[in-house]
Every structure is written in structure tokens, then in C-alpha cells.
């Protein structure tokens, strides 16, 4: 009998590397006994000999289970594991024989592992650690059933590129720190702070995605299983959701206004009554808040929340862009994504204070398809920015600008009315009704989308040319 003590339980190359020791040497599963190592040291025996220059040939399928199924709790696994290698390499189509014992196991087991990987994505919660300048750093505590750290990281690799992060585990912990990911020892709960700021921007989320019409408790439930709850900031918000959802359906069903053709002039006067009725807006502040609750366009129904404009009420110059971005939604604040961080650099290069001035977006909410887990932007159409020029206008009422600076199309439509190419727009001070002065220029993501360096060189030299230019005039 041979005895092989594997080091990281769930560690599939550590458990490849043995089992193709064993196959090439033909020795079979009832010849193997596997187990976990207490001290941490990985013993093959003489089971590994043959393993680098082994050349078997097992269907990729089957590799690509094995690799998630490793990570699961049950114990039988890594012998289940080689069983099924062994017979996979005398039956190519072990694989479709769903009735055999082996293999409804294997998937069986492969769905638990999915399972709790697409639970992992959706209920990990960061916790703000600190700020380094220009780098912020994130830790997470969680307890998935399964060890699938390994499966899992990537998925935040991705996701949180731009920030620093741990994601802690009772069996290992991931590490992303300058742009590198590593592993190491599992921790505890307690490294990890139990709250801070970005909270509110999940209870946020949550409360806007939060549809009363549509909660059905035991699919609820089932999704979001009561076991996460302890490390979700918005399961508090659960009780209070469900306890006025039945209020606030009533609610929507006497205020219904139903969807007729966006584009047809008559429901946007419909809904502009609707708007204006009953609400006195007197502040900016009042303003963001009716912008957040605003219903007029469909747009609302996906996004977290509505952005209004930010910025001193006296500012001689606002900016306009196009619509919140996927930041930008979650933060409920305008150009704090990537377009943003572009504009930053250029307006200090210009010798801008972003704080003295008015930055505000064409249309309220972010428009985006989802792909995957991602959330890719949409070009809001003319119908959604005309809708949406009644918030700009209002700003406009507030703010008095002497300048306005468009950025982009969107943005142009959205102060002008009127669909009109960025090129015969740019370059010359033009003046809107009122008297206001208005420079039009390209958006900054524009910046962002340009593969050639140095035409991306020459855009943003142009793009500060015209910011320049918005400075001395509005002086
Ligand atoms: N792009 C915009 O147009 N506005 C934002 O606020 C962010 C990105």
C-alpha cells in the first residue's frame, strides 16, 4: 500500500503532481491511501519518481472538475479524485455515463464547489484598513464551505485592481498588493475591522436595488443564505426592507405612470408635470436629493442611485460630462472613476482648482449592460439626455456660470439642445442664451480608449489646451 500526505489540502498541483506519479507507475486506487498532513509536510514517496516526463492523457474536461473539486471539505476526495483518473484513462467516456456512481459524485460535488464560488463573489465585504497616497487597502473576512480561496481571488483581482486587499480565510488568506497576488496562512476574524465607511455605500446599493414588488422571501433566502448575514453590512437592512415593502408596492402602484414610447414628446411632458408637481427644490442639496429619487426615464430602475452635480453654488465654471460611471454610481458622486482621475491630472495641469468648480453630468444615472459580473457603459441615447437636461437646467439656475465646458457629445446635447459633432464645436468661444460662454471639447475616457501613445499624447495635450482656455476666460 502506498500512503501519499498531502501538505494543502485543496491544492490541486500539489495533488496533480502525485497522482500522475501514481498513474504513470500504473499503481491502482485500491493500492493508495491519501491524507492530510497535520505538520504541514508533503510526503509522496515514491509515488512522484515518475512524474515530470509522465505524458497521460485524460480529457481536459475532466482536469478542468478536478482542479475545483479538490478544493472540497469531504476527505474522500483526493482518493475519489484518482479513482476516477485511474478509470478515465481506460474509458474516454467516463465523462457521459451520467448513472455511474463516480460520476454523479464528481458533479455533484463540482456544483457544490460552483455554488459556493458564486457566493464568495457576491457576499465578500471590504473593510477600508488605510490610505497610502494614491493606493487605498482593503481586508475581508470570510467563510466559504468549501477551500476555494484559490478559485475565488482572481474573481477580486480583477475586480479591485486599483486598490490594495486581503481576503482572509479560516484556511488561507489571498493577498493583492502592488499589483501582485500571493497566498498565505488562514487567519481569524478578528484581523479584519467589523465595520467602516464604505458600508454605506453597500446599504446604499442595496436599499436602491431593494424592489418591494418583487420579494419573494424564500428565493430570497435561498440566494442569500442566513449564514453570510453576520458579515453583510446591508442583512441589517433586511427586516426594516421587508417590513414596509408591502407599504411602499401600494405606494408605486398609485403612482404608477406607465412606460409609453420614451421618445414621444408627450410622455416627456407627462413626466415633467409629474416632476415639477408639489416639489419645491430651494437648495443644491435639495436638488441631489430629488435627483436620487427621480423616476422620469427607465434609466433609474438599474442603477444604484441618481449623481447629481457637486461643486461651491458660486462657481464661475461648471463642467459637464455624460453620465455617472460604474464609480461613480456607487459613490453617488460625479468623475470619481478612471475618466475622472484623467480630468484631475489635466485640470491641474491647467492650472484648474477641481474645487472651485461645478462638475455635473448630461444625464443622472448610469446607464451600463451588464456582462458577467461587469457593468460595461452605454451611451445614453438623445431621448434619455433630453429628459434629463430639466436636472441640468435646474443646476444651471443654481450655479449662474459665466462658462460652461462641455465634455464630449452627450454633454454638448445636454447644454445645447442640439446634436453636434465635437470638431465644429472646438476651438472657439460660442455663447448660449443668457449669455453664458460655452467651450466645447472632447470627453476625457476619450483619453483613456486611444491605443497609439502619441496620438494619446497629442489629444490630451489639446484637451488641457482648451481647459487653459476655460481658465482664462472665466478670469
Ligand atoms: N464620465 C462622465 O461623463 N461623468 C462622470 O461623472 C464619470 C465618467
Redesign the pocket.
Known amino acids: 500500500m502506498r500512503e501519499v500526505v498531502l501538505k494543502t489540502p485543496g491544492d490541486f498541483a500539489e495533488w496533480r503532481c502525485a497522482a500522475r506519479g501514481l498513474l504513470a507507475g500504473g499503481v491502482a486506487p485500491d493500492e493508495v491511501s491519501w491524507r492530510g498532513s497535520e505538520e504541514g509536510a508533503s510526503l509522496f514517496g515514491d509515488a512522484v519518481a515518475a512524474a515530470p516526463g509522465a505524458q497521460l492523457s485524460l480529457p481536459r474536461e475532466l482536469v478542468e472538475i478536478a482542479d475545483r473539486v479538490i478544493c472540497h471539505r469531504d476527505a474522500e476526495v483526493p482518493a475519489r479524485l484518482y479513482r476516477i483518473m485511474w478509470r478515465a484513462l481506460h474509458d474516454r467516456n467516463l465523462l457521459a455515463r451520467a448513472t455511474d456512481a463516480d460520476v454523479d459524485w464528481l458533479r455533484k460535488a463540482d456544483k457544490a464547489i460552483r455554488r459556493d464560488v458564486h457566493k464568495m463573489h457576491a457576499f465578500v465585504r471590504f473593510r477600508r484598513l488605510g490610505e497610502e497616497p494614491g493606493r487605498e487597502s482593503f481586508a475581508a473576512w470570510f467563510e466559504p464551505s468549501h477551500r476555494i480561496l484559490r478559485l475565488t481571488a482572481p474573481f477580486f483581482q480583477r475586480r479591485f485592481y486599483g486598490m490594495d486587499w486581503a481576503i482572509v480565510t479560516p484556511d488561507a488568506r489571498a493577498i493583492w498588493q502592488d499589483e501582485t497576488l500571493t497566498y498565505g496562512p488562514g487567519g481569524t476574524k478578528d484581523e479584519v475591522p467589523d465595520s467602516d465607511v464604505v458600508e454605506d455605500q453597500w446599504r446604499t446599493y442595496y436599499g436602491a436595488i431593494f424592489n418591494p414588488a418583487r420579494v419573494k422571501i424564500d428565493a430570497m433566502r435561498a440566494e442569500m443564505p442566513k449564514k453570510y448575514w453576520k458579515n453583510l453590512p446591508e442583512a441589517q437592512d433586511i427586516a426594516p426592507l421587508l417590513a414596509g415593502a408591502e407599504a411602499r408596492v401600494e405606494r408605486m402602484r398609485a403612482e404608477a405612470v406607465s412606460m409609453a414610447n420614451p421618445l414621444t414628446g408627450k410622455w416627456r411632458t407627462r413626466v415633467q408635470d409629474e416632476l415639477t408637481r408639489g416639489e419645491e427644490i430651494e437648495t443644491l442639496a435639495e436638488l441631489a436629493k430629488a435627483v436620487d429619487r427621480c423616476t422620469r426615464c427607465p434609466l433609474y430602475c438599474d442603477a444604484t442611485q441618481g449623481?447629481a452635480g457637486e461643486g461651491p453654488e458660486a462657481a464661475r465654471i461648471m463642467l459637464v460630462?455624460?453620465?455617472?460611471?460604474d464609480?461613480?454610481d456607487l459613490q453617488g458622486r460625479?468623475?470619481?472613476?478612471p475618466?475622472?482621475q484623467v480630468l484631475n491630472e489635466a485640470l491641474e495641469e491647467a492650472g484648474l482648482d477641481r474645487t472651485q468648480l461645478f462638475?455635473t453630468?448630461a444625464v443622472k444615472h448610469f446607464k451600463f449592460e451588464p456582462r458577467g459580473k461587469r457593468r460595461l457603459h452605454q451611451n445614453p441615447t438623445n431621448a434619455e439626455i433630453d429628459i434629463c437636461r430639466w436636472w441640468l437646467d435646474k443646476e444651471r439656475v443654481f450655479v449662474q456660470p459665466g462658462l460652461i465646458v462641455t465634455?464630449?457629445a452627450?454633454?454638448l446635447r445636454g447644454v445645447t439642445g442640439k446634436s453636434a459633432s465635437i470638431k465644429s464645436m472646438r476651438g472657439a468661444v460660442h455663447e448660449l442664451e443668457g449669455g453664458t460662454k460655452l467651450i466645447a471639447t472632447i470627453?476625457?475616457?476619450f483619453l483613456l480608449r486611444l491605443p497609439d501613445r502619441a496620438r494619446a499624447a497629442e489629444e490630451r495635450a489639446m484637451f488641457v489646451a482648451d481647459l487653459l482656455r476655460a481658465r482664462k476666460l472665466a478670469a
Open positions: 449623481v460630462g455624460e453620465q455617472p460611471g464609480q461613480e460625479p468623475f470619481v472613476g475618466a475622472g462638475l453630468n465634455l464630449g452627450s454633454a470627453h476625457p475616457s
